[in-house]
């Protein structure tokens, strides 16, 4: 492709589609990517994926060669963000204040603010009622991610993508981790403003958030497979987290990420 081709690329979104998939730069698997402080110190490059405590990673820069790949096969020249954290958040803060307020529910009307919400379209409600504000606490309605990250060159590199998306983490830090302690599939809750958090990869477009302690125990080479029903855990909480899972399972973007991960070709 000529420069000159390159300059009018089309986006992530113009160009993903089930048949042709936009895919990760495998590359990004060496990426340890943290979210407790600025850019300059939060991302080292590792030899893979996976965690080792006695491996210490490369520092990264944004001179590496590395930094200047291309983040996706084919390149784009823009993206829109996904943070499935940030975008669940309304979801499951209706999940825990829903039934408050059911009719047969006692509650206190001081705390429940009823109105309507902005972009809903009335005819697709039932009820007609939206909860605004359940427990004295504001619905998260609208604050899902709201990021295009757009090549500085001809196409997103992986540094664009880091650079762009990781100060926007960081300012939404303290929602992700709000979202987080709604979430029933995490169950080292709560966590609070000083939790360790790690990214990674979710599709070409998307991250997921991890508390640094499960992001560990999830990269960690060969762990033992233990099933849900060994870990002693509430059931509410295992049929929750199963609810979850499954939903999660149905969606269309939801392909491992060693589908959506393009072949290594170094
Ligand atoms: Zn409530």
Redesign the pocket.
Known sequence: MTDSAETTLPSYEEQDSPQNRVLLNPKTRRIRWTLNGPLETAITLARDRFFDPDEVPEPYHQGHAFAQAPLTKPKVSSLKLYVETLDDWDHLWME??RD?TDPNATYDPANVVYGPLPGVDEAELRGGKHLLV??G?KRPWGRKTQLVVKATGNFVTIHDFISTVHPYLMARRGDIIETMNLDPGRTRKPFGRKTKLMVTWQCAKGVEIWDEADWRAYHTRNKPKLPLSSLNLPPALVNAMRLEAQRKRERPRSKTLEELWGSDDE
């Open positions: 825990i204040h408050h359940c427990c606490l």
